[in-house]
């Protein structure tokens, strides 16, 4: 299945022409709209560093698929 994401509208700009690997290593505060204290936050609350992590993160993953299936109701 192939497809396509622009990354210029999730990623900060500095990030823009970087990898996707790159990307996952990533401080979070790279996603756009994630301040450097929002990171530092997010870091220190739930021990995640990287946008990898986060996308990772279980309890991440587990909210994003009942907020799926409830959307899909």
């Given at each position: 299945?192939?497809?396509?994401?622009?990354?210029?509208?999730?990623?900060?700009?500095?990030?823009?022409?970087?990898?996707?690997?790159?990307?996952?290593?990533?401080?979070?505060?790279a996603?756009?709209?994630?301040?450097?204290?929002?990171?530092?936050?997010?870091?220190?609350?739930?021990?995640?560093?990287?946008?990898?992590?986060?996308?990772?993160?279980?309890?991440?993953?587990?909210?994003?698929?009942?907020?799926?299936?409830?959307?899909?109701?």
């Amino acid at each position: 299945m192939a497809g396509t994401l622009d990354l210029t509208a999730i990623v900060d700009q500095a990030w823009h022409d970087k990898s996707l690997a790159e990307i996952a290593d990533a401080p979070v505060e790279a996603l756009a709209g994630v301040s450097e204290s929002g990171g530092q936050l997010i870091r220190q609350a739930l021990g995640i560093k990287t946008i990898g992590e986060l996308g990772r993160n279980k309890y991440f993953k587990a909210a994003a698929a009942i907020a799926t299936l409830a959307d899909a109701r």
